[in-house]
């Protein structure tokens, strides 16, 4: 483990920044075990650990790849994502995965699987089916999904974990959950010491080692950030949304960070917080999972309820004291554009100040993003 803070988030973006997954691979040789690939956002990650399966977050290949094979597979007007993801595979920067999981969080994630199992048969994949009712209904319908999901996994690592061990990860997970949790809690309350950038960097690299590693990364640097010395600035607080899927590159989180905003709160990386709370580890483990699911998933773009959306980002910005939302969102991203018109309504209702702009998750020029974000941090110090 790195020694200081600076060392500890340039591990984090050497692991983030691989796309040959020579993490992943150094934890195969090391274990014997298996390695699964999990697309946005959500994926049984409890399952696959108990099975002895490293989850894998695949995320696309960000602004670290240049999409030529990919192009020829997807037509041109949906996000990046299944573009840089097939050239990744097409390239052998997959290589190292046993299977994927393509949950069904919108029509291009679906038509990916359909891709890639024809693309490449001799790897296992899964096709993961939400729940769309969330009562009873969906929790029984969500536990035969995730049971049967979980044979697969047993199949492929040649294990056959009991109910108790799949209750041990969960708890493994629930600590994970609430290292991230006290980690943007710190950030809300001293944003100068515990920049967004860093954060995201840190709960990424969990997306490409074991979860005990992570959970002890993820201590290390809540203590040394906690420790430094660090000067508050007069930036403006605000809440960033839209990105639940396709990730913005890293240097453009660092580009609303330098145009005078503390990011006290996102929906970058939704996947590892998605669940609030802790899951129950007592009785039918798998169960417990789906209704977690159920009853304590963060609202968000792919997940539909009866209750009025925007409600929770409002709370949110009450909670969090921000003074401002901005919303950034993926190129041709349908649940996030589709759901920022009530998510604008409900802000809009709270008189909270808002932006908004779109990105690829390629995009390589800022300035008009941070002339943007400037803008809006200035406006929100001056008239707010």
């Not at 960033?240 to 580009?255: A, D």
């Given at each position: 483990m790195a020694e200081t803070k600076a060392d500890m988030i340039d591990l984090?973006?050497?692991?983030?920044?691989?796309?040959?997954?020579?993490?992943?691979?150094?934890?195969?040789?090391?274990?014997?075990?298996?390695?699964?690939?999990?697309?946005?956002?959500?994926?049984?990650?409890?399952?696959?650990?108990?099975?002895?399966?490293?989850?894998?977050?695949?995320?696309?290949?960000?602004?670290?790849?240049?999409?030529?094979?990919?192009?020829?597979?997807?037509?041109?007007?949906?996000?990046?994502?299944?573009?840089?993801?097939?050239?990744?595979?097409?390239?052998?920067?997959?290589?190292?995965?046993?299977?994927?999981?393509?949950?069904?969080?919108?029509?291009?994630?679906?038509?990916?699987?359909?891709?890639w199992k024809m693309l490449f048969p001799k790897t296992p994949a899964w096709y993961l089916d939400m729940p769309q009712s969330f009562d009873e209904?969906?929790?029984?319908?969500?536990?035969?999904?995730?049971?049967?999901?979980?044979?697969?996994?047993?199949?492929?690592s040649g294990q056959n974990p009991d109910n108790d061990s799949i209750n041990r990860s969960i708890a493994i997970y629930n600590e994970n959950r609430s290292l991230i949790e006290e980690l943007y809690q710190k950030r809300r309350e001293r944003p100068w010491c515990f920049p967004v950038s860093e954060g995201y960097l840190l709960i990424r690299a969990g997306y490409q080692i074991d979860v005990k590693e992570h959970n002890k990364m993820l201590r290390s640097y809540i203590d040394l950030a906690a420790a430094s010395d660090c000067k508050a600035i007069d930036n403006a607080r605000v809440v960033?949304?839209?990105?639940?899927?396709?990730?913005?590159?890293?240097?453009?989180?660092?580009?609303i960070e330098k145009s005078g905003c503390y990011v006290v709160e996102d929906d970058f990386t939704l996947g590892a917080r998605l669940i609030k709370g802790e899951i129950s580890t007592t009785g039918d483990a798998i169960e417990n999972l789906a209704r977690a699911f159920i009853e304590q998933s963060r609202e968000a773009a792919f997940i539909y309820r009866e209750s009025e959306k925007g409600g929770e980002l409002v709370e949110k910005v009450k909670k969090c004291n921000a003074e401002g939302v901005v919303c950034c969102a993926p190129s041709f991203c349908d649940p996030a554009l589709l759901d920022q018109p009530m998510m604008v309504a409900a802000i809009e209702k709270a008189s909270i100040p808002y932006t908004s702009f779109k990105y690829a998750e390629n995009t390589g020029q800022f300035q008009v993003i941070r002339e943007q974000a400037g803008t809006f941090a200035d406006s929100i110090k001056l008239w707010s």
């Open positions: 984090a973006e050497e692991i983030v920044r691989d796309l040959e997954l020579g993490t992943v691979s150094k934890w195969k040789e090391k274990t014997g075990g298996k390695a699964v690939g999990c697309m946005p956002v959500w994926s049984p990650r409890e399952l696959l650990h108990a099975a002895g399966i490293l989850p894998v977050g695949i995320v696309g290949g960000g602004d670290g790849i240049e999409i030529i094979k990919g192009d020829a597979y997807f037509q041109s007007y949906i996000c990046q994502i299944p573009r840089s993801t097939i050239e990744m595979g097409l390239n052998g920067n997959l290589s190292p995965l046993d299977g994927m999981i393509f949950p069904s969080i919108c029509d291009v994630i679906r038509n990916l699987s359909g891709m209904i969906g929790v029984d319908f969500f536990t035969h999904e995730l049971k049967r999901l979980f044979g697969e996994f047993c199949r492929v960033v949304l839209g990105s639940f899927c396709e990730q913005p590159p890293l240097n453009l989180i660092r580009t």
